[in-house]
C-alpha cells in the first residue's frame, strides 16, 4: 500500500510542475491529431472500399441476370422446339404393323427380346389412342435403356405401367411387362 501512495504523490507533485503539465499536454496533443490523421487516412479508403464492393455486387448482379435471360431463352427454344415435335408426332398416321416394326428395330437396337406384343385399339374419348402391351426379356440396362428411347419412335408413346421381375439368379435376364399408350393421327388426315 505504501508504494501506492508514492505514486500518487509523485504524480501529484509532477503535475504542480509546469515542464511536466506541458509535456502532458503536447502528449495529449499528439495523439488527438494523430488519430485524426489516420480518420482522415481511413474515412476516404473505408468509402472506396464500400463503393468497390459494391460495384462489384452490380456486376455480379448483372451477370447472374444475364445467365439467367440466357437459359431463360434457351429453355424457351428448346420448349418451342419440342412443342412442334409433339405436334408432328401426334399428327403421325403409323399403324399396328409400323408400330410393332419400330418397336421390334428398337429392341434390336438395344439386345432386347420380345416375348410378346398385344394391341387395343382405343374407342370413344381417345379415338386415336392405341393400347400396347409388350412383354420383354433382357439385361435391366438395356430395357432401361429401350424404355428411354421411344421418344424415338415416330408416335407419341407413353409409359402407361410397367412390372419388372428379376431372374432366378443375378445373371439371368430381366423380364418386363409394359403398358405402352401411343396416340395416332387419323388416316384421312394429313
Request: overall charge positive.
Amino acid at each position: 500500500m505504501k508504494w501506492n501512495q508514492e505514486m500518487l504523490a509523485m504524480l501529484r507533485y509532477n503535475w504542480r510542475c509546469r515542464p511536466m503539465r506541458l509535456s502532458a499536454y503536447a502528449a495529449l496533443a499528439t495523439l488527438i491529431s494523430s488519430l485524426l490523421i489516420a480518420l482522415a487516412w481511413w474515412m476516404p479508403a473505408q468509402r472506396e472500399a464500400a463503393a468497390l464492393q459494391a460495384e462489384i455486387e452490380a456486376r455480379r448482379t448483372a451477370m447472374v441476370e444475364s445467365v439467367r435471360m440466357e437459359q431463360m431463352i434457351a429453355l424457351q427454344r428448346d420448349a418451342l422446339r419440342n412443342v412442334t415435335l409433339l405436334e408432328k408426332k401426334l399428327r403421325a398416321t403409323a399403324g399396328q404393323a409400323d408400330m410393332v416394326q419400330e418397336v421390334a428395330r428398337l429392341a434390336n437396337r438395344h439386345g432386347v427380346r420380345v416375348l410378346s406384343q398385344s394391341f387395343d385399339e382405343g374407342k370413344g374419348q381417345h379415338d386415336g389412342a392405341l393400347y400396347l402391351e409388350l412383354g420383354l426379356s433382357g439385361p435391366y440396362a438395356a430395357l432401361r435403356a429401350m424404355i428411354g428411347d421411344f421418344t424415338a419412335l415416330p408416335t407419341w408413346v407413353e409409359v402407361v405401367d410397367a412390372h419388372f421381375e428379376r431372374g432366378a439368379s443375378g445373371a439371368a435376364p430381366v423380364r418386363v411387362q409394359l403398358r405402352l399408350l401411343t396416340y395416332r393421327g387419323e388416316r384421312g388426315q394429313s
